[in-house]
């Protein structure tokens, strides 16, 4: 790739996507005012058709954060289109994401950008025990999963915590809005396919709320597994694995273990609902794609 990459971006941008969030914003907004990088110069916080004060609680930040503006933006609705109206209002020429109920956490942007001259797409991690209950993130089948493991191998970074060099988008285009979700998944296997690369920022941690709302979890995962069907159909046999009994070994044992547990804690009863819920996508976007993800 453009050996501009390996220099450290003159300007930065911040896009949170929000919508309904006036409760979380606060405390993700106090914390980019916590930051210590200083080539940030604007955060643009994309109202998508909130309900609730997102928007006016978003505007009460600009003493903190004298960059901030509110975007709304009515035309469409989801994580893709929020995004590409957060990119479209934005300078930078590297461009941060975040979801508006989350909390970057100390020096995230600092160990953002330092890593931004090994790759075009940075990743972060997403830290998940700060904001939630203990015993919903304490057992290893508690994780909330879109269940990419076993269909994408050539890796990707999630978009509630990655950063992205203008000039990406301006090669492949925005985030792909046809998807209902994974849209980060096919968006960095595009990125790949055309020659950009990848890397991940030791350290950079966003604080992530993992969903506690049985309605939530179960329309989100059988998006998700949907969504399988949605980019297999796209990229094609070359950038997927074959179809394979494989992965339903070891989603047998989870189930088992899971069954079991389920009277007694509440994190087996949302474990249980979000593999029903992904294989049923994934079953439905077989069906409706016309290709086979299990």
Same mark, same amino acid.
């Given at each position: 790739?453009?050996?501009?990459?390996?220099?450290?971006?003159?300007?930065?941008?911040?896009?949170?996507?929000?919508?309904?969030?006036?409760?979380?914003?606060?405390?993700?907004?106090?914390?980019?005012?916590?930051?210590?990088?200083?080539?940030?110069?604007?955060?643009?916080?994309?109202?998508?058709?909130?309900?609730?004060?997102?928007?006016?609680?978003?505007?009460?930040?600009?003493?903190?954060?004298?960059?901030?503006?509110?975007?709304?933006?009515?035309?469409?609705?989801?994580?893709?289109?929020?995004?590409?109206?957060?990119?479209?209002?934005?300078?930078?020429?590297?461009?941060?994401?975040?979801?508006?109920?989350? =909390? @970057?956490?100390? *020096?995230? $942007?600092?160990?953002? &950008?330092? +890593? /931004?001259? %090994?790759?075009?797409?940075?990743?972060?991690? !997403?830290?998940?025990?700060?904001?939630?209950?203990?015993?919903?993130?304490?057992?290893?089948?508690?994780?909330?999963?879109?269940?990419?493991?076993?269909?994408?191998?050539?890796?990707?970074?999630?978009?509630?915590?990655?950063?992205?060099?203008?000039?990406?988008?301006?090669?492949?285009?925005?985030?792909?809005?046809?998807?209902?979700?994974?849209?980060?998944?096919?968006?960095?296997?595009?990125?790949?396919?055309?020659?950009?690369?990848?890397?991940?920022?030791?350290?950079?941690?966003?604080?992530?709320?993992?969903?506690?709302?049985?309605?939530?979890?179960?329309?989100?995962?059988?998006?998700?597994?949907?969504?399988?069907?949605?980019?297999?159909?796209?990229?094609?046999?070359?950038?997927?694995?074959?179809?394979?009994?494989?992965?339903? =070994? @070891?989603?047998? *044992?989870? $189930?088992?273990?899971? &069954?079991? +547990? /389920?009277? %007694?804690?509440?994190?087996?009863?949302?474990? !249980?609902?979000?593999?029903?819920?992904?294989?049923?996508?994934?079953?439905?976007?077989?069906?409706?794609?016309?290709?086979?993800?299990?």
């Amino acid at each position: 790739m453009p050996q501009e990459a390996l220099i450290p971006p003159r300007t930065v941008s911040v896009v949170v996507i929000a919508y309904n969030q006036e409760r979380e914003l606060p405390e993700l907004l106090s914390a980019l005012g916590r930051q210590s990088a200083g080539a940030v110069h604007e955060v643009v916080v994309v109202d998508n058709m909130s309900t609730d004060r997102t928007g006016e609680v978003a505007a009460g930040y600009h003493a903190l954060l004298p960059g901030l503006r509110v975007v709304p933006a009515t035309s469409g609705q989801g994580p893709a289109y929020a995004r590409n109206a957060g990119l479209a209002a934005t300078t930078g020429d590297f461009v941060l994401f975040l979801d508006g109920d989350d =909390v @970057p956490g100390d *020096r995230w $942007m600092e160990r953002m &950008l330092a +890593a /931004s001259d %090994r790759g075009d797409l940075v990743g972060g991690q !997403l830290e998940k025990t700060l904001l939630n209950d203990a015993e919903l993130v304490g057992h290893p089948l508690a994780f909330e999963d879109a269940g990419w493991l076993d269909y994408s191998p050539h890796g990707w970074v999630v978009a509630a915590n990655i950063g992205v060099w203008r000039r990406v988008f301006a090669a492949i285009g925005g985030w792909p809005e046809g998807l209902v979700a994974s849209e980060d998944v096919l968006f960095c296997l595009r990125a790949q396919a055309a020659g950009f690369t990848l890397t991940m920022a030791e350290g950079a941690l966003v604080h992530y709320r993992v969903r506690q709302d049985l309605r939530q979890v179960v329309r989100s995962h059988v998006r998700y597994g949907i969504s399988h069907a949605q980019v297999r159909r796209e990229l094609g046999a070359p950038h997927t694995h074959r179809p394979s009994l494989r992965p339903l =070994v @070891p989603w047998t *044992r989870s $189930m088992a273990h899971v &069954l079991r +547990a /389920s009277p %007694r804690h509440e994190w087996a009863r949302l474990a !249980l609902a979000r593999e029903l819920s992904i294989k049923a996508g994934r079953l439905y976007g077989s069906v409706r794609y016309r290709t086979v993800v299990l």
